[in-house]
């Protein structure tokens, strides 16, 4: 389980990474000011020469390898709600890095997030343990204790 959670914590904080360099990449490259194929292709051919969207991109692939790690070892109903806690990283990482103003009701609703995993992760611990069908089935032919 612990291995679990550092897996989960490395994750988002790659993922909280590549969403503040994305943010300042794009902010860079400018948008997209007329939908049309040349301008779609020029804000493509600038995005995938700035450094911070590659940088981002990075990131938030390593953020997508460690969610398909923890994926094949959890439930995905314990996993999911875990990935919630991004929310909470990115907004700090957009107070602090990319130096936006958060609202106290955003704050608010970082709590809540916050609060809604830690229930996530106590209900996990709080699981009935079931015994392997190695153990069990090892348990059923020694038989009940005392018994030859």
């Known amino acids: 389980m612990t291995k679990l959670l550092v897996i989960l ?4 904080v790659c993922e909280a990474i590549g969403v503040v360099f994305l943010s300042k990449g794009l902010r860079q490259i400018g948008e997209v000011e007329k939908v049309t194929v040349r301008e779609v292709i020029a804000v493509v051919k600038r995005g995938i020469t700035n450094a911070y969207i590659l940088w ?14 923890l994926m094949s070892k959890s439930e995905v109903s314990f996993l999911w ?5 991004s929310f909470v990283m990115t907004t ?3 107070k602090f890095f990319l130096h936006e103003e958060v609202s106290l009701l955003r704050w ?12 996530i992760t106590w209900s996990e611990k709080m699981k009935p343990t079931v015994p ?3 153990a069990a089935a090892a348990a059923l ?6 018994t030859p």
């Open 56 to 69: 981002g991109v990075f990131f938030e692939a390593v953020f997508f390898g460690c969610l398909l790690v």
């Open 81 to 85: 709600p875990l990935t919630a806690m």
């Open 9 to 12: 914590l490395i994750g988002l």
């Open 141 to 146: 032919v020694a038989g009940p204790a005392g």
């Open 132 to 134: 392997k069908p190695a």
């Open 92 to 94: 700090l990482a957009a």
């Open 108 to 119: 608010g609703g970082v709590c809540l997030i916050m609060c809604g995993a830690g229930l």
